[in-house]
């Protein structure tokens, strides 16, 4: 009768017919086991222990079949079911009419089955299907009810805080759960950690109403047993898809209609920013490949796409989206970590020093030096996404500290990593043995008058005014000047490679601190006399074929060739002219070599070479050559 909509009339019949007939057939029992007594002459303790274990069985079984009606009855009309529960106080709610029974219950035989029945509540709803308000509502009352029967804490409302009430849910409570306790059959058993009453299972269900009533509120409604199996079962991959999918709904309905929630306060937007960044991040750190268009990498873009327009000015956004390009760029390189481990975008947020993975690239992939353009730009997009080295935020590359504002941070920032990631093509280049590549970046990249730089980025300018030193560029510039290859460029001669060194070395001079100088120095002068030592053989070789050219007897007039012509007399004069000149200009060189050189000669004579050699530097040269002099 409970199925016809009637809920009170089968409170009623619970109340009137049931009770007094369980507790009837229990006192009928007692008085037919009685009577059996007295006819039988004997009776043992054990006849007595079966009799009650008898009549125990029999009203277990009977209230069993009233709790498996209930929980049926939630599966088809959860509404009737909730309401015979909230209304019917369980097996000690019974109506006599008038007529007492002759004994009372025992306490813990009544305790026992009044647990048994608010498990029964428990488990209806959990079988629970629908997903309308008034079902989560009818669910709560559920659960008042439960805990009123029982004496435990009551849950709050669904407005109110449950952060209190949560605090009786523990990490063991959680690991007991398992799917088989879902099971329909499983429901009423008593081990069944979800149904059994006490404050843990109370706080779960609680918890899980409420998720249901803001789904349900954000138009994402869902079942509670569907909800449930996703909090307690579901794969973490799983429970992020699904709150993607509903914070993809918050922004829509809020602003199409303000009044979504009437009993909620909306959900601040910097709560719904840190909770979308972390479901992005999420699905980032467990990535396997850094390519924006597999896995958790793209699933972490799509998100962030989702709700670009809505924190379009977001500093956190700008700055996710930076990892994601820089991830994304690195996809296209071969990198392995340390004892081969496989690289991971995670590593990336892990590591202390970000920029140095882009070393690893330049060190596991051939000619990758190459594409410095490319690498400066994940160099840079790591900076934006504010994952440069701890130790050197505001720092410069010397250690000193530098008071800019966070606009003036970034920069410098991305200054630095483009210096920097430059220093690293550069020793890369000169691994594989690419001097010219070396020589090119140093003079168009790291140059005081390099294109890439401003005029208050150049680090003679940064010297003269004394903001920062610039570690790098010198340093770079003395790497490759005192770098020995074992073969030339097929298009450049060896005198040329080693005026190239000087002019590096030169540019080193003006870059370094005083106290690097000499060191600096002592390279210079090695590599001048290696070109001293060439020029002069050259000269000698030069000399040998000139002097076997001009070996003819100009006396006699006549040429060894057959028809050949005599010199002039103006040919005669130039030949005998020209190695006078050539052995005045030896003799200078043997009187330089001879003659011992200061520090300040060399630096001065390093600076003119550059000068000379390569572009004007004349003021940055007057600043950095007067403090050699003092």
């Given at each position: 009768r409970?199925?016809t909509?009637?809920?009170?009339?089968?409170v009623?019949d619970?109340?009137g017919?049931v009770g007094p007939w369980?507790?009837?057939?229990?006192?009928?029992?007692r008085?037919?086991t009685?009577?059996?007594?007295?006819?039988?002459?004997?009776t043992t303790?054990r006849?007595?222990?079966r009799?009650?274990?008898?009549?125990?069985?029999?009203?277990?079984?009977?209230?069993?079949?009233v709790n498996?009606?209930?929980?049926?009855?939630?599966?088809?009309e959860?509404?009737?079911?909730a309401?015979?529960v909230?209304?019917?106080?369980?097996p000690n709610?019974?109506d006599?009419?008038?007529?007492s029974?002759?004994e009372e219950?025992?306490?813990?035989i009544?305790?026992l089955?009044?647990?048994?029945y608010?498990?029964?509540g428990?488990?209806?709803?959990?079988?629970a299907?629908?997903t309308?308000t008034s079902?989560?509502?009818?669910?709560?009352?559920?659960?008042?009810?439960?805990a009123r029967?029982?004496?435990?804490?009551e849950?709050?409302?669904?407005?109110?805080?449950?952060?209190?009430?949560?605090s009786t849910l523990?990490?063991d409570y959680l690991?007991?759960?398992?799917?088989?306790h879902l099971?329909h059959?499983a429901?009423l058993r008593?081990?069944?950690?979800?149904?059994?009453p006490?404050?843990?299972?109370?706080a779960?269900?609680?918890l899980?109403?409420r998720?249901?009533?803001?789904?349900?509120k954000?138009?994402?409604?869902?079942a509670?047993?569907?909800?449930?199996?996703?909090?307690?079962f579901?794969?973490r991959?799983e429970?992020?898809e699904?709150l993607?999918?509903?914070?993809?709904?918050?922004p829509?309905?809020?602003r199409?209609n303000g009044?979504?929630?009437?009993d909620?306060?909306p959900?601040p937007?910097?709560t719904v920013?840190?909770?979308?960044?972390?479901?992005?991040?999420s699905?980032?750190d467990?990535?396997?490949?850094g390519?924006?268009?597999r896995?958790?990498?793209?699933?972490?873009?799509?998100?962030l796409?989702a709700?670009?327009?809505?924190?379009?000015?977001?500093?956190s956004f700008?700055?996710?989206?930076a990892l994601?390009a820089?991830t994304?760029?690195?996809?296209?390189?071969?990198?392995?970590?340390?004892?081969?481990?496989?690289?991971?975008p995670?590593n990336?947020?892990?590591?202390k020093?970000?920029?140095?993975?882009?070393g690893r690239i330049?060190e596991?992939?051939p000619?990758?030096y190459?594409?410095?353009?490319?690498m400066?730009e994940?160099?840079?997009?790591?900076?934006?996404?504010?994952l440069e080295p701890?130790?050197?935020?505001g720092?410069s590359?010397?250690?000193?500290?530098q008071p800019?504002?966070?606009s003036?941070?970034?920069?410098?920032?991305l200054l630095e990593s483009?210096?920097r990631i430059?220093?690293m093509?550069?020793?890369a280049s000169l691994s594989e043995?690419d001097?010219d590549?070396?020589?090119?970046?140093?003079i168009?990249?790291l140059?005081?008058t390099?294109p890439?730089l401003s005029?208050?980025?150049?680090p003679?300018?940064?010297n003269?005014?004394?903001t920062?030193e610039?570690?790098?560029s010198?340093r770079?510039a003395?790497?490759?000047?005192r770098?020995t290859?074992?073969?030339?460029?097929?298009?450049q001669s060896s005198?040329?490679?080693l005026e190239q060194r000087?002019e590096?070395?030169s540019?080193?001079?003006l870059?370094a601190?005083s106290s690097?100088?000499?060191e600096i120095?002592q390279v210079?002068r090695?590599?001048?006399?290696?070109?001293?030592?060439?020029l002069?053989?050259?000269?000698?070789?030069?000399?040998?074929?000139n002097?076997k050219?001009?070996g003819?007897?100009?006396s006699?007039g006549s040429?060894?060739?057959?028809?050949g012509?005599a010199p002039?007399?103006?040919d005669t004069d130039?030949v005998?002219?020209?190695?006078p000149?050539?052995?005045?200009?030896?003799?200078a060189?043997?009187?330089?070599e001879?003659a011992?050189m200061?520090?300040f000669d060399?630096a001065?004579g390093?600076?003119?070479?550059f000068?000379k050699?390569a572009?004007?530097?004349?003021g940055?040269?007057?600043a950095t050559?007067?403090?050699?002099e003092g």
């Open positions: 409970a199925g909509g009637e809920p009170n009339q089968s009623r619970l109340r017919i369980v507790y009837g057939e229990k006192s009928r029992k008085r037919k009685h009577h059996d007594r007295r006819r039988s002459s004997i303790p006849t007595h222990e009799s009650a274990e008898s009549e125990e069985k029999g009203r277990h079984s009977a209230w069993s079949d498996e009606w209930i929980v049926d009855l939630a599966l088809r959860f509404a009737a079911a309401d015979v909230e209304h019917w106080d369980g709610d019974v006599y009419d008038g007529f029974d002759d219950l025992d306490h813990d009544h305790g089955l009044v647990q048994r608010a498990q029964a428990l488990a209806a709803i959990h079988v299907s629908g309308s079902t989560f509502e009818k669910a709560h009352c559920i659960l008042k009810k439960v029967l029982l004496g435990l804490q849950p709050p409302e669904f407005e109110k805080s449950q952060n209190v009430y949560t523990s990490k690991d007991k759960l398992s799917e088989i099971l059959n429901l008593p081990e069944n950690p979800l149904t059994f006490d404050n843990p299972s109370l779960f269900a609680s899980v109403l998720s249901c009533s803001l789904l349900q954000l138009g994402y409604p869902r509670y047993r569907a909800t449930a199996k996703l909090a307690a579901g794969r991959e429970q992020l699904e993607h999918k509903t914070l993809q709904k918050v829509v309905r809020t199409d009044s979504w929630a009437e909620q306060h959900i937007e910097d920013e840190k909770t979308v960044l972390n479901v992005a991040m699905f980032y467990g990535a396997s490949n390519n924006r268009t896995g958790g990498i793209r699933k972490a873009s799509e998100i796409a709700f670009h327009s809505h924190f379009a000015e977001s500093k700008s700055e996710a989206n994601i820089a994304h760029s690195m996809s296209f390189y071969s990198l392995t970590l340390q004892h081969v481990v496989p690289f991971q995670v990336i947020r892990a590591s020093d970000p920029l140095s993975l882009v330049l596991q992939n000619r990758s190459t594409k410095l353009d490319d400066i994940i160099g840079q997009s790591l900076v934006r996404a504010g701890s130790e050197t935020r720092v590359s010397t250690g000193k500290s800019l504002d966070r003036q941070h970034q920069d410098h920032n483009s210096r430059t220093s093509a550069i020793e043995g001097f590549t070396a020589y090119s970046y140093i168009n990249r140059s005081p390099a890439g005029k208050d980025h150049s003679s300018q940064q003269q005014e004394g920062t610039d570690d790098i010198w770079s003395y790497l490759a000047g770098a290859l074992s073969k030339s460029s097929p298009s005198a040329r490679r000087l590096l070395l540019l080193a001079l870059l601190p690097q100088l000499a120095l210079w090695a590599v001048e006399s290696d070109l001293t030592s060439l002069a053989r050259e000269a000698a070789e030069e000399d040998r074929w002097s050219g001009d003819s007897k100009p006699t040429s060894n060739l057959p028809g012509f002039s007399t103006a130039q005998a002219n020209r190695k000149r050539r052995q005045s200009r030896a003799t060189a043997a009187a330089n001879e011992p200061g520090l060399v001065r390093a600076a003119q070479a000068s050699n572009f004007p530097l004349r940055a040269l007057s050559t007067s403090p050699v």
